[in-house]
Each structure stands twice: as structure tokens, then as C-alpha cells.
């Protein structure tokens, strides 16, 4: 899922991110848009589709890892999560019950509950309390749902315990108990290695329902989506194609590529040849290059296309996969590409 934090994806337009993407769902924060302009504000004007003209699905965020993000600014209690705005330093507080409040007032077709995420790394003791508190949340959370009008419909609780395998099986299957429509792995990219996170899936994926989706939230690099799915997920987030775009790192089939480098100065090429985004399609590395290191608006929109466009191709190309019986052949020819370019 493309991730659009304050109801856009950083330097696209919502019909470049269905003309030349077809991106099918994205991810909105609720901390953010409830702070600006107000999940009030946005429920008067029609809710997000209608607000920000994106007539495709959207999934929420609850704010919890905001909490974890911007600890310096909050305060989490077994009430819930006491912060101050990054904004203006206005004191607020979410609840299970307020977060299911304000992202029914986006309108998200995908809902999180609120949880507790914690750092890395921590103790077993503190991770089973968290876990603990993140398990409370999530049957307030459901409870609350279940007496407001539309039902309990599109609500994901999330599966905490930190870097504890028997903590993530453990919250797993009590989660379970709540009948969702999905299942969301949370509390992974904070810090730890990436074998780490794998394992935590590993741990957590085997004690969730087969037939509901199964959601990472938070990850990954292009060579990590196959092995995530490969552990039995379906679902994926990160705003590392968005961001690193910007930040001139762009993502091929040949491994990545930094544009600020001298050698593209004068290459005509495509940014990746295999790839038939419209960045690759009408300009080149040396274009793309010269925009870059001019500070153009323009090398910000044509980077975010491929890089995403380059995520989008990868779990396109993992379902058809899939289809085809042919999964474990893509995932040994995945795992010999390049991660840099030589």
C-alpha cells in the first residue's frame, strides 16, 4: 500500500496514482489528518474518498505508532495514549474507543486498532505488559464498534510483543478469539535486524486464519516483500519507496540507484530498462539526475512513480505467481537479484 500520511502520497496526484500506478488501496494516518484539518472537518466535507477524490480503498492507521514515533510528545497509560501535537503543543488523548471514533469519521474501509508499540530492544517483562494492555485495547476497540451503527465490520486488531516469539504466538491466538475480517503484525521497523522481524512473522502468521488477510505493517525493501510473503502475509505498507525517492534512491530490477551519482551525468538510459513506468518510459538518468541536484519539484513526482510503481510490479508479479503454482521458483530467482547496482 502506497503511503498516503495527510491524505496524499508526497508529489503525486490521486489520477497519477491510478492512470500510470492502478494503485488499488492506500494508507492514510490518523494522527495526522486528525490533528489537520480534523477528522470532523473531513466527516462534514463527504469523508477522505470524497475529501481527497479517491474513490478506491483506504486503510487507517490508529495513531499507535505515532506514539512510539514521537515518544518525546507522549505518555501511554492502560487509559490510553496522552500526547502533544507536534503542531502546537495542544494536549490529547486516544482511547481504543475515540481512535474507532475518528477513523470511522474518515471513512476507512480498513480500520487498526489502537495498540502499543514498543521499542527495540526490551526486556520480557515489559513486553508482556505491553502485550497485555495492546490485547485490552483491542476487545475495547471491538466492543466499542459493536454499538455504533454499520456493526464491526473492517476492524484489524494488531499483534504485539516485541522481539518475543512466544509473546507473538501467544497475543496471536487470543486475538483470534475476536473474529475479525483481518489481522494485522505490528511493532517490527524499530530497530531491529531484519532477521529478527522475519522471525517474528514466522512466529506470529502460523496462529492467525488462514482465509483472513494477514498485514505487516510497516515494511519492507523490495528483496524483503517475497520472503514476508513466503511467510504467509498478504498485505504490506512502508513509505520507503515514497521517501527514498526524494531522498534520490531509486529502486530497479538491478538493485538500487543513486541518481546524485556523476556517472549518470550524461546516461540516456532509463532508470531501469525492464520497467515500464513513465519515468522510464520518457526520461532519462541524466535528466532525472540534473533534477535532482537542481532541487526540481518535477524529479520529486518522476521518482516517486518508479519507485512505487517498482513496489506495485513486485507484488504484481507475486500474485500471479501464486496463480500459477510457480512460487517457490520466483522466490529462488528473487532471492539472487542484485540489492545494489554494480
Known amino acids: 500500500m502506497p503511503v498516503g500520511t495527510q491524505g496524499t502520497v508526497k508529489g503525486l496526484t490521486q489520477r497519477q496514482l491510478v492512470e500510470d500506478l492502478d494503485a488499488r488501496i492506500l494508507l492514510g494516518n490518523t494522527y495526522h489528518l486528525y490533528l489537520r484539518p480534523g477528522h470532523e472537518t473531513v466527516r462534514k466535507l463527504g469523508g477522505l474518498h470524497r475529501f481527497m477524490n479517491w474513490d478506491r480503498a483506504i486503510l487507517t492507521d490508529s495513531g499507535g505508532f505515532q506514539a512510539f514515533s514521537l515518544s518525546s510528545l507522549t505518555k501511554v497509560n492502560d487509559q490510553g495514549v496522552v500526547f502533544h501535537s507536534h503542531l502546537n503543543g495542544d494536549r490529547h488523548l486516544f482511547t481504543p474507543a475515540s481512535t474507532v471514533d475518528v477513523q470511522r469519521a474518515l471513512g476507512s474501509d480498513i480500520m487498526m486498532v489502537l495498540d502499543e508499540c514498543l521499542a527495540y530492544p526490551s526486556g520480557h517483562g515489559a513486553a508482556e505488559k505491553s502485550m497485555e494492555r495492546t490485547l485490552r485495547w483491542a476487545r475495547e476497540s471491538f466492543t466499542h464498534l459493536e454499538k455504533v451503527p454499520g456493526g464491526r465490520g473492517g476492524l484489524f486488531p494488531i499483534v504485539q510483543g516485541s522481539m518475543y516469539g512466544d509473546l507473538r504466538r501467544e497475543c496471536a491466538r487470543r486475538l483470534v478469539e475476536l473474529e475479525a475480517d483481518g489481522y494485522a503484525i505490528g511493532g517490527l521497523s524499530v530497530g531491529e535486524p531484519r532477521e529478527l522481524s522475519m522471525q517474528m512473522v514466522e512466529a506470529s502468521v502460523p496462529e492467525l486464519p488462514r482465509d483472513k488477510p494477514r498485514y505487516v505493517m510497516g515494511v519492507g525493501t523490495p528483496e524483503e516483500l517475497p520472503e514476508y510473503v513466503a511467510r504467509g502475509t498478504d498485505m504490506m505498507d512502508c513509505v520507503m519507496p515514497s521517501r527514498n525517492a526524494r531522498n534520490g534512491c531509486l529502486f530497479t530490477s538491478r538493485g538500487k540507484l543513486i541518481i546524485k551519482h556523476a556517472r549518470y551525468k550524461e546516461d540516456s538510459g532509463p532508470v531501469d530498462p525492464e520497467c515500464g513506468c513513465v519515468t522510464c518510459r ?29 513496489y506495485l510490479d513486485i507484488m504484481r508479479q507475486i500474485r500471479q505467481a501464486i496463480l500459477l503454482g510457480s512460487y517457490p521458483s520466483y522466490l529462488v530467482a528473487a532471492r539472487s537479484l542484485p540489492v545494489e547496482m554494480v
Open 282 to 310: 520518457q526520461y532519462s538518468r541524466a535528466y532525472l539526475r540534473h533534477l535532482f541536484q537542481a532541487g526540481e519539484m518535477l524529479y520529486c513526482t518522476l521518482a516517486t512513480i518508479h519507485n512505487l510503481r517498482r
